[in-house]
């Protein structure tokens, strides 16, 4: 059912629109090519069903050309039957304030517009993603029946009309569908009201309680402004970074210790505040460096599940735990001694949001700094950052004297990703299939004082939809609890990224306190030797260490 004033325009396919995990990312350019943005929204309507009439939420992080292509998606929407779509003031929605939106306004779906950490501008990258009713992206099913739809398109269908003046709040028309640009801020801040103690946070901060947060001049500036300058009574300024920019001020949004050294540096300075945090493009990672100490994201997804209940919307206790298989085993520790099930997924949300849809668990995360629940159905910077702050406020304590408390509770996992980028790829599929091999002859060797228990080419049973995913990675599993992982990333003609996860747990509270490379020293020698890493990708040494 087409709107009637829709032209049908003449097309032909593009071969690269094959979506991944996070919808279709490619270079500004590419997205500007005559009619390929035009493709693959058309694509997406032509893999759906019962969306005629129906509501959908669109928005972006405001990345360059964000707001071209939303006044395309709404002319394609329009002369699609759409019935009505709800659009963040200015084209700006977070993904996880795109997933809340969905949720809240019980839509059809939504269209998120990001490339997510990627560096953005006009030789930057730019990304289409699909959400689906709960809020989350769309399963493989739906992403490969678009990619088969962009690879036989021969039309797509677009109505005359002037472009919406998305700045201004209100409804207005395009075509027959109505178009409703909404507050950005308002549905997900009302969402955390329900989850953290505003009141109790608001006390910490008329208490001296000293916070920075750097939105990296990315999506969740006008969130951070709205909730912790406005609401919570955080000094002014406190937010830095505030105004979203279409290059994101020529920075990469991602906030690790690469990009965001100046507030770790500020956090181990005299002058640090009791917590710096940040968050990335579209607001789904977080990064939490209390004064003189910085929480890896494996520990602070430990953290929260521990102290959850603190948290109004946690208070009755957590369903379960998920964590991606990289991420270190520190949440295995809490789930067993809170008596709830530890879920390890294959890296990449979309397998946390069946658990979460079953009820099976409430909060998830990766080592990858991004964490979640159920309240949305993607991960969320902000939920990460109000958490500690709500978790800080109860306690009354530093964050450096709740990671050494949960260390000496649950005992320490060190923790360091190693990352050999882009390597030759025929060498690294070499490597990889080369130490497949050798798995089965593991166990039971000893390697220095180092057992192996387990080895294994990590494989995933869905227990809600019965889907298996295998090949997701190596581990080389210790008796003593370490362990070493192999998977890799991005392959591609700009060759392969080794990523090498390594973890050794130390339950001795007075062994808990080295560098963390030190306690690591013997198992990444081991990982080196283990996979012949040098011998199959000429490398002597990562990249990348985090």
Request: proline share 4%; glycine share 10%; with cysteine.
């Amino acid at each position: 059912m087409g709107n009637s004033q829709a032209n049908i325009i003449a097309t032909t396919p593009f071969a690269d629109q094959r979506p991944g995990t996070s919808g279709l990312r490619k270079k500004v350019e590419v997205f500007k090519q005559r009619h390929y943005l035009e493709n693959f929204i058309q694509s997406i309507f032509d893999s759906l069903e019962g969306y005629q009439g129906a509501t959908l939420v669109v928005g972006g992080d405001g990345r360059y050309y964000n707001r071209e292509a939303i006044q395309k998606i709404l002319k394609i929407a329009a002369a699609n039957g759409v019935g009505r779509v709800v659009i963040g003031q200015s084209g700006i929605l977070s993904t996880p304030a795109a997933s809340a939106l969905i949720r809240a306004l019980m839509a059809f779906g939504g269209i998120v517009l990001s490339a997510s950490h990627n560096p953005g501008g006009p030789h930057g990258d730019f990304g289409v993603k699909y959400n689906v009713a709960n809020g989350g992206p769309a399963p493989e099913k739906v992403t490969d029946a678009i990619y088969a739809r962009t690879r036989e398109i021969t039309s797509f269908r677009i109505v005359e009309a002037q472009d919406v003046n998305i700045d201004r709040l209100g409804e207005t028309r395009v075509g027959d569908m109505r178009v409703d640009v909404v507050d950005s801020v308002a549905n997900y801040k009302a969402l955390m009201q329900t989850l953290f103690d505003f009141d109790r946070i608001r006390d910490a901060f008329r208490s001296g309680f000293t916070f920075t947060f750097d939105a990296m001049s990315a999506v969740t500036g006008p969130y951070a402004r709205v909730l912790f300058e406005e609401d919570l009574g955080a000094r002014p300024g406190s937010v830095i970074n505030a105004t979203p920019l279409p290059d994101f001020g020529g920075h990469h949004p991602d906030p690790n210790l690469v990009h965001a050294r100046h507030l770790y540096d500020l956090a181990m300075s005299d002058a640090a505040p009791d917590l710096c945090a940040a968050s990335d493009g579209d607001g789904d990672r977080n990064l939490i460096i209390g004064r003189g100490r910085f929480v890896t994201p494996s520990d602070s997804l430990a953290i929260l599940a521990a102290n959850a209940t603190i948290a109004p919307g946690y208070r009755k206790g957590i369903a379960g735990i998920a964590r991606s298989m990289p991420t270190s085993a520190a949440a295995d520790r809490v789930a067993e001694r809170l008596g709830v099930p530890l879920y390890e997924t294959p890296t990449g949300w979309k397998y946390f949001g069946n658990l979460l849809d079953a009820g099976l668990v409430t909060i998830c995360g990766e080592e990858s700094a991004g964490a979640g629940s159920d309240h949305v159905r993607e991960k969320d910077g902000l939920w990460a950052v109000l958490f500690w702050l709500d978790i800080l406020a109860a306690r009354k304590e530093s964050v450096d004297a709740i990671v050494r408390q949960h260390w000496t509770t649950y005992g320490r996992n060190y923790y360091s990703r190693h990352d050999y980028e882009e390597v030759a790829s025929d060498g690294a599929h070499a490597l990889i299939d080369a130490l497949r091999q050798r798995l089965p002859t593991l166990k039971g060797q000893y390697f220095g004082g180092l057992e192996v228990a387990t080895a294994d080419d990590f494989a995933y049973h869905d227990p809600v939809d019965g889907s298996d995913s295998k090949h997701q990675g190596l581990r080389a599993i210790f008796t003593d609890g370490s362990r070493i992982v192999y998977r890799l990333s991005g392959t591609g003609t700009a060759g392969a990224t080794l990523r090498v996860y390594i973890e050794r747990y130390e339950p001795d509270p007075a062994r808990q306190h080295l560098e963390t490379e030190a306690a690591l020293a013997d198992l990444v020698s081991l990982s080196r030797e283990l996979a012949a890493i040098e011998r199959f990708t000429q490398r002597a040494a990562p990249s990348v260490i985090t």
